[in-house]
């Protein structure tokens, strides 16, 4: 029987601000450097972008002006001192770039845009918008480098820890009366809370986040004009030690350094002039600081009867404290550079509460918050002065609802606090942050209730970018997995785990990753930020390390490591497909050149057999870290055969990065590399009746998806690929490197049955099998807990490892259709093509790209099924109808081939093809 398809197409931008306006175009969301009014920046030339929005079907940008200007009244005026663009015959959305005059250090730019359609009408301006200059050099900054002066590295032998107690430091100042606006240019080495007249600046923490200090510092920039007042004002920071002075995986350190901090205040009066206050020798320095250690792996221990109330504010006694020693910033090109922080920063998202209460042994109370989160929690509790209270963490419980903590290895993830008495306190730690699902308080004077703490979940916010969900509750748990375990691993890098004592920014993780925390959130300007982290760790020799930043001191970072270091071509080039970062290629492109070039030094007949580090091969996979009770049958795919696989992908990368930027020759000599490296691959591991080395699944994912077979072989290499579950009683073998590979290469040729029973499994291996044993976030293993069983090695035993999560990428192309296309980057144009499979019976699933949101939604109710989908304006899609019956499909009641906007390119084996305009329309086919 013919099913009867309802497809209703709704090619516009639901939810837009504008929705009401009849015709044109309206501008929203102006942005700056991916950031809205974003403070302080540090860039010659900035790069402007906006949506649009519009009900009309088709409707494009043909033209824009951007107005920037000193001022808001200026702006007001439809003037731009600073620069005007004029009338520019363009539908360029994003990337636009300042063209006006040289911007001076903390300068003020207010702007706006507005656009004409395909009419020729103007729209309405934009919202105005800022963005402020900050410290262009290190002259700029009329500040020094403050420290205590007892706190010093001289006296301790290289290598050993640096004293991770708290420092505070303090300066009185007074103000005129009015004041227009004040700005704070501040970072730390160690960590930082900034606070003015007793009250913290900005919601930030963790400041200045991490990278590699010896080579560049973040600074951050907060407007403060609402904290000072004319009159008597006072200035102080809280340092910690933070990644600075932590003890690193294995003992690494960054160096022997002491707290540092370095701040600049501008002050602008109403009458134009200015004034600044600045970390010199007039600061003062107390190590009387509550926060007695602070560590990132061990947790922080606060004894609040060392607190100096008043120490921040005007008025304050501090003649006991010292004056501070003080360092030169030096000349600009000596490192570490001073840069302006490029991503969203650190902070709390969200609170938790708990869910229940236990009582193992007498006086242990466990709290579970019902989802493995990574933050701290926030404690409330009164008692006798001395009383100290533990607050410890872990992700699981063992049998006897004690906490599980042997996965954490030597990371303690414990917060002490002690009382000063006085009445009920809050408490909250301030340099550590810790993963976690369940809370153990011992110590407490009062029995605790579920309003003693409560969770405060925290994270780099890279703004949420999309959603999915659909009828089986276990994929959207699935995903919600995999989306806490980003929320919990996005740290200033992209960690592979939050809890135990690693918590590194492991490039394989993340490469695999990269199109999920894509799909799921805006990462452009987290990866703006992580990416030059990659650069600064690269050797000279041009190998990528496993992980980034490198902690260094003398340990190398495991470089050369097939997968993983490739993360230095592939996160680059997602970056370019997803928001056309043009400008990160231009950056980035000698690095990527360079590894590529150090491989095929190594290996000149091309199979990557020489320099592999300590090559992990296909991660976690079935043979080499088993699932217990699985069969060991060749699941190990050939090392060589993996790294040769990802060195011919880097290449193609390499040579598509050089075509965009125009490089012509370099673009033709890595296209002929890549050339020679398919055929060797070919020549080594494909067999003449098809089979791959190793004969496993992740072989054959690996050939495909990384084109390296010829188009005839591809069929059987899908074929052999599918074939290869029997032999694991139907389940993946699979590790972090092939996983979502195999989903989106056997959807792609025939198999997305197979797909989806794989996505839907219950027994492990699979994503299934975490829920059922109670997942919140994805696992690191497939089976790190099983009931009746008990846990896996507790030396590799993370519960919140996202890796596996890339299955959230097959959603979002696959069950929701939505795809990028890389010759039109930044979903200029888009691919809408959903496979409907398994029992789903619904699915929806949205991203808000760089050119606004876009929306997949169908349902099947009977025999019918109906689908949604946004594009935004400005844009056009090729849209994959599934039908066996090209000749039925209808849109608004008529033929296809006959609507406004519809035009058809080809019929396929289960979809009929159309290329579409912006609009609404609604299709009918049978299937």
Request: proline content about 6%.
């Amino acid at each position: 029987m013919k099913t009867q398809i309802t497809l209703c197409l709704l090619l516009g931008i639901f939810g837009a601000s504008n929705a009401s306006r009849a015709e044109g175009l309206s501008v929203e969301r102006p942005r700056c450097e991916y950031l809205v009014d974003p403070i302080g920046m540090d860039v010659a030339r900035p790069r402007l972008s906006w949506e649009l929005t519009s009900d009309e079907r088709g409707q494009r940008q043909t033209a824009y002006r951007v107005l920037v200007a000193s001022s808001p009244e200026i702006l007001a005026e439809d003037r731009g001192d600073l620069w005007d663009s004029g009338r520019v015959d363009s539908d360029g959305t994003i990337h636009v770039e300042y063209a006006g005059n040289p911007l001076v250090a903390f300068q003020r730019c207010h702007w706006k845009v507005r656009a004409w359609d395909k009419q020729g009408r103007p729209s309405p301006w934009s919202r105005p918008a800022f963005w402020s200059v900050g410290v262009l050099g290190k002259a700029d900054w009329g500040a020094k480098w403050i420290s205590h002066p007892a706190h010093t590295p001289k006296s301790r032998p290289k290598g050993t820890p640096p004293e991770t107690g708290s420092i505070l430091v303090r300066k009185p100042f007074s103000l005129p009366d009015k004041i227009r606006r004040v700005t704070v240019y501040v970072t730390g080495l160690g960590m930082y809370e900034l606070r003015i007249n007793g009250r913290r600046v900005g919601d930030q923490l963790l400041a200045p986040e991490w990278t590699d200090y010896r080579k560049r510092i973040p600074y951050q920039a907060y407007d403060v004009t609402d904290l000072v007042k004319p009159g008597e004002n006072a200035v102080g920071a809280m340092l910690g030690a933070g990644w600075q002075m932590s003890p690193i995986f294995l003992g690494r350190f960054f160096g022997n350094e002491r707290m540092r901090l370095l701040m600049r205040l501008e002050i602008e009066l109403a009458d134009g002039t200015r004034q600044v206050i600045a970390t010199d020798e007039s600061w003062r320095a107390s190590d009387r600081s509550p926060v007695v250690d602070a560590t990132i792996y061990n947790g922080e221990t606060y004894d609040a009867r060392r607190e100096q109330p008043g120490w921040d504010k005007a008025g304050f006694n501090d003649s006991d404290w010292v004056a501070c020693e003080t360092e030169p910033l030096g000349k600009d090109d000596a490192l570490p550079r001073l840069v302006r922080q490029r991503n969203e920063p650190i902070r709390v998202t969200e609170e938790l509460k708990p869910k229940n209460i236990s009582e193992p042994q007498p006086g242990v109370f466990i709290f579970d918050m019902g989802q493995n989160m990574v933050g701290w929690v926030r404690l409330k509790v009164r008692g006798p002065a001395g009383t100290t209270v533990r607050v410890r963490h872990a992700e699981m419980l063992n049998d006897d609802g004690t906490l599980y903590t042997a996965n954490l290895r030597r990371a303690k993830q414990t917060a002490q606090y002690t009382l000063q008495g006085d009445g009920e306190k809050t408490f909250e730690p301030h340099f550590t942050y810790m993963g976690f699902r369940y809370v153990e308080l011992t110590g407490m004077p009062e029995r605790p209730t579920k309003e003693s703490i409560v969770g405060r979940v925290f994270h780099s916010s890279a703004p949420r970018a999309g959603q999915f969900e659909c009828s089986d509750e276990r994929i959207n748990r699935i995903l919600h997995c995999a989306e806490w375990g980003l929320r919990g691993n996005l740290m200033s890098i992209p960690t592979d785990c939050p809890q135990r004592d690693e918590r590194l920014g492991w490039m394989g993780d993340i490469q695999i990753f990269t199109q999920t925390a894509m799909f799921q959130h805006d990462m452009a300007g987290f990866f703006s930020k992580w990416v030059p982290d990659v650069r600064d760790a690269q050797r000279p020799d041009g190998r990528f390390t496993s992980f980034a930043p490198d902690p260094g001191d003398g340990q190398p970072a495991i470089p050369g490591v097939p997968g993983w270091a490739d993360a230095g071509t592939i996160v680059p080039w997602r970056q370019y497909q997803n928001y056309a970062d043009r400008r990160m290629l231009a950056e980035h492109f000698d690095a990527a050149r360079r590894w590529v070039d150090w491989i095929h030094a190594q290996n000149p007949d091309l199979i990557f057999r020489k320099g592999r580090g300590n090559d992990y091969g296909d991660w976690l996979n079935a043979d080499r870290w088993s699932v217990k009770g699985m069969p060991r049958r060749g699941a190990n795919v050939p090392k060589d055969l993996l790294g040769t696989a990802f060195f011919a992908h880097s290449t193609q990368i390499v040579a598509k990065m050089a075509a965009v930027l125009g490089k012509e020759s370099e673009a033709k000599e890595y296209e002929k590399l890549f050339e020679r490296i398919r055929a060797a691959f070919q020549r080594e591991y494909v067999k003449p009746d098809g089979t791959i080395a190793g004969d496993t699944q992740a072989g054959y994912a690996l050939a495909l998806r990384f084109d390296l077979l010829p188009e005839a072989s591809r069929p059987t290499a899908a074929k052999r690929m599918v074939a290869g579950l029997a032999r694991y009683k139907g389940h993946l073998s699979t590790g972090f490197q092939t996983t979502v590979g195999f989903l989106l290469e056997a959807s792609r040729h025939g198999a997305v049955d197979e797909a989806y029973r794989l996505v839907q499994l219950r027994e492990p291996p699979s994503w299934g099998a975490m829920i059922d044993n109670g997942a919140t976030t994805i696992w690191e293993r497939w089976d790190g807990y099983v009931k009746g069983r008990g846990f896996q090695k507790s030396s590799m035993n993370s519960f919140n490892h996202y890796a596996f999560g890339s299955v959230g990428e097959w959603m979002w192309r696959v069950i929701a259709g939505i795809n990028l296309d890389e010759s039109q980057p930044g979903y200029k144009h888009i691919v809408l093509r959903p496979r409907p499979g398994g029992d789903l019976t619904w699915a929806k699933g949205s991203y808000h790209s760089i050119r606004g949101p876009i929306e997949s939604h169908w349902t099947r109710k009977g025999k019918r099924l109906t689908w949604r989908v946004a594009i935004p304006a400005n844009t056009t899609a090729t849209v994959h109808v599934p039908t066996t019956q090209p000749a039925s499909v209808q849109e608004s009641g008529r033929p296809a081939v006959e609507s406004p906007g519809v035009k058809f390119l080809r019929n396929e084996v289960d979809a009929a093809v159309y290329s579409v305009e912006s609009g609404r329309y609604e299709f009918t086919a049978e299937y």
